[in-house]
């Protein structure tokens, strides 16, 4: 095995390398290079410190991407290739990935039903701190206000929204691209999302009040993930 960082790769490589890691999860998952881009820019990924492992043949076998901002760490993705799984090859990516991480609290999130990847995560010290919910739904009426969003995750977090592009404010308490509303704050209204048919909330907190309100909409969960703490 030879390793070398993410940085090393161009656009297609690195678009190629995480489809390859990601292939045959539990939630498909395929990216574009233009979906790569704004996820390195927009969350802080530092791809001189996120590590790849290369094959023999120089194909990609296991990665990891690291962001790091305020003090604080996220791993923003880890897969191995489906030809190395189930070959104790996660542990070694992780712990590569945090080294020289001393002092840092990192958090990451990782699928409910993927226990192994859990199991590599708390080996390498990390605790299930909450649950996060991914939801889609229906609006409300315009003039129905939304109760608050819990804690945001990192990638709802300001500094992650203040780098997102065609992010459409209403306000300062609600902020949404597409279908995908990304921020909730005091004070919200559905106000023009109310003519939309359908609207996507990601990885908020099983125990917000604003989840609680959206499943009394009917809104249905798509996908649940753990948030893992490395003190």
Known sequence: MRQITFAELDSGQQTDALNLVYRGYDQPFQVSPEWVAEHLYTHAIDTSRSPVWLDGRGAVAALALLALREGRGWIGGFGVAPAYRGNRFSGPVLRETLKDLDGIPVQLEVLVPNLKARRTYEKGGFQITRQLVVLEGPPGRAE??????????????????????????????????????????????WG????????????????????RQLLG???????????????
């Open 192 to 211: 023009a999302l109310a003519a939309q048919a359908s609207l996507r909330l990601s990885n908020e907190p099983a125990d917000s009040p604003l989840h």
């Open 144 to 189: 129905q206000s939304l109760q608050a969003a819990g804690s945001p995750c990192w990638q709802r977090q300001a500094a992650s929204l203040e780098r997102l592009k065609d992010l459409v404010w209403v306000g300062r308490s609600l902020a949404y691209r597409g279908h995908q509303i990304h921020f909730v704050g005091e004070g919200a209204t």
């Open 217 to 231: 909409l009917g809104w249905r969960e798509v996908a649940r993930q753990y948030e893992m703490h490395r003190p």
